[in-house]
């Protein structure tokens, strides 16, 4: 078991870790790319840019979208501040980085990263259960929406685990391994599924702003294309 | 021959004929991609949907059907799915490998209907956590399949008359237009005693006037408040013959004909050595004015609308105003195309608080308001206005009954139209929907003018 413990937090992680920040640059290289490519092309190039970051903020400290589904939105933002929080604030991740690369930051505390945890848990569950809950939901969504949430719970389960022996049924390997391979997976899924929004997000407001920026000749380009230039409507 | 039983609305033959529609679509959708810009948007869609349903309840269609097609996410899904498919690697690679998706004739007459369910209103866009703009979504998917004919014929028939026939989408003929305006000019002498003008084909006027062309047939008073507002301002200003229309329905089925159009409005101000385009009331004309720098480059033409022009000269003291105020309760209708982004939406409640004593608010309002349920182009296609006064627009008219009010200002033709019907249907029997400038019309101090200038019973004033 130790073994695989040392496979999980060694060459494991350093792939999954990577693979995720590759991944993440990739994402935003492309956008970044496609949107100068837009950009060039479009008629008109002035872009309501005070407009698209007020709008970028509201949806980064998003008080304001509890007016809609409450309920939902309360368990949406209490699930993001927990699962963006515990991972990068908790002293005994900061204690890795520190030992492997030199940097650190101020941690919370373990109380507070426990209730995090707990709040991330059931933000999760309630999320899923939402989502089966309501018909407008269900039709719409896809394995992965109910499988992330739970996916992203299972490192906060095992986690809470490892800290706390007491209440660990399982071996404290077992549950290590489960910890660091399950957080591997997550950090895998996260340019691969709609999770990339955790890299996207400061660009979505700009993206859908520059859909309506046009090349200026991209219908006549088009009807040429088509053969129906000229053509009689 | 109308082909109404396979879609709600009315389609050409030749929309039905094509037997190869699915690989049509697909070139349509390419070539748009090699030219526009959507590709953007699309492949970031694709990316991070998170199916979180706050759109459904943002839509006032589906606050009403409940129905699952209803919901933006779930229509923009429809179009999405085609480009994640045949237009993504992944898609394509996952195609070979598990089948999957294939486009077919029966999913693109979902589409068809979908995507005419949506008055692309973009109230959801403002509730969608990932900004993804379901309006942007149904305009898009509404240009492909005109690409492969599916066009309702209200829309098409509209466009042809503006593109390739009279030369505007209500074919009236320049002397029909120079007789209109004669006989307004004459009834603004006759009710007002002003000789306010109509100029028609003045060269170099600074202000090119385009209302929506259906003003000269149905909004007589707004035109009238036009005249007046400009008349009273000193206002230089013309109508072109060579085009008199700010219509544009290609900004609701395909930027092919939106770039004509929107080229031929700038050709008109350029051919009077006009300096500015004052559009009339109306909210898509002038959402699609906005976009002539797009299509004409920086030099082109300033867009005004004629509430910012009336606004500006109440603000400067050049429209005097009579002491006695609209008496009645006046409410106001944001339409969509100018008030969502929140380009226009306190010149208007300006003025009207400035000219009526009773002025209420819907709510929401402003950006967050409800459409019309007629936007889109929609309210033009009238096989469909079961669907539009009911399920579309039964929220708009709650909202409409609980203010109380008896004027409805809409400043927009189409919102106008739609509107009167909403009202019609849902037993809104009392409420009078007018243009802003027709109340502005009735408070107008034209200068020791006799208030008996109003029409008798018209409305209701205070001293």
Known sequence: MEHLVAWARGPAFIFSFTFMVLGLLRHLALTFWQFSRAWRKAGDKSLPLKKVALETLRWMFPVNCLREQALFSVTSILFHIAVLVVPVFLAGHIALWARGSGWSWPAVSNGVADVLTIVALFMALALVVQRLAAQATRALSRPQDYALPLIIALPFASGFLVMHPALNPFSFDAMFFLHIMSANLLMILIPTTKLVHAALFPDLQLVSEMGWHWPPDAGSKVGISLGKEGVRL | ?463
């Open chain 2, 1 to 463: 021959m109308n082909h109404r039983t396979r879609y709600s609305y009315y389609v050409e033959e030749r929309a039905l004929q094509g037997t190869d529609r699915p690989r049509r679509f697909l070139q349509a959708f390419a070539v748009i991609l090699e030219h526009s810009n959507y590709g953007l948007p699309l492949e970031v869609y694709t990316r991070i949907s998170a199916k979180c349903n706050r759109c459904a309840s943002a839509c006032q269609l589906y606050q009403s059907t409940g129905e699952d097609r209803d919901i933006p996410c779930h229509r923009s899904e429809l179009l999405l799915r085609i480009y994640r498919r045949y237009f993504t690697r992944a898609g394509v690679l996952q195609a070979r490998l598990l089948r999957g998706f294939t486009l077919t004739d029966a999913y693109l007459d979902e589409l068809a209907e979908s995507y005419y369910r949506c008055t692309a209103c973009r109230r959801c866009k403002l509730t969608c956590p990932m900004g993804i703009d379901h309006g942007l979504v149904t305009h898009l998917a509404r240009w492909l399949l005109a690409e492969i004919d599916l066009i309702p014929k209200a829309l098409l028939v509209s466009v042809r008359e503006q593109l390739e026939g009279v030369g505007n989408t209500s074919a009236i003929p320049v002397p029909a237009l120079r007789d209109t305006c004669q006989f307004l000019e004459e009834e603004l002498q006759d009710l007002f005693h002003v000789g306010a003008k109509f100029p028609v084909d003045v060269e170099g006027s600074e202000f090119v006037f385009f209302p929506a062309v259906s003003d000269f047939l149905l909004e007589a008073e707004t035109l009238m408040g036009n005249a007046a507002v400009m008349h009273v301002t000193g206002g230089s200003w013309t109508i072109g013959t060579h085009n008199y229309d700010g219509i544009n329905y290609g900004l609701f089925y395909s930027d092919r004909m939106m770039e004509r159009i929107v080229r031929n409005v700038a050709r008109e101000v350029r051919r009077l050595k006009g300096r500015k385009i004052l559009v009339g009331e109306c909210g898509h004309a002038t959402r699609s004015a906005w976009f002539v720098p797009t299509f004409c480059g920086p030099d082109a033409p300033e867009v005004v609308s004629c509430m910012q022009y009336a606004w500006k000269q109440l603000q400067a003291g050049k429209i005097l105003l009579k002491d006695e105020k609209i008496l009645e309760r006046v409410t106001y209708h944001d339409p969509c195309n100018i008030a969502r982004a929140g380009r226009i939406t306190e010149e208007p409640r300006e003025i009207l608080k400035a000219i009526c004593r009773d002025f209420v608010e819907m709510i929401p309002n402003r950006t967050r308001n409800y459409c019309c349920g007629g936007g889109g182009g929609t309210v033009s296609i009238d096989e469909i206005r079961a669907f539009r006064t009911g399920p579309m627009g039964r929220r708009k008219a709650d909202q409409i009954r609980q203010t109380g009010a008896h004027y409805l200002v809409a400043p927009c033709a189409n919102c106008k139209k739609q509107l009167r019907e909403v009202c019609q249907d849902n037993g809104l029997d009392n409420v009078q929907v007018v243009g802003l400038h027709d109340l502005l019309l009735k408070v107008i101090d034209f200068g020791g003018q006799d208030a008996s200038g109003i029409p008798a019973g018209d409305a209701a004033t205070e001293s």
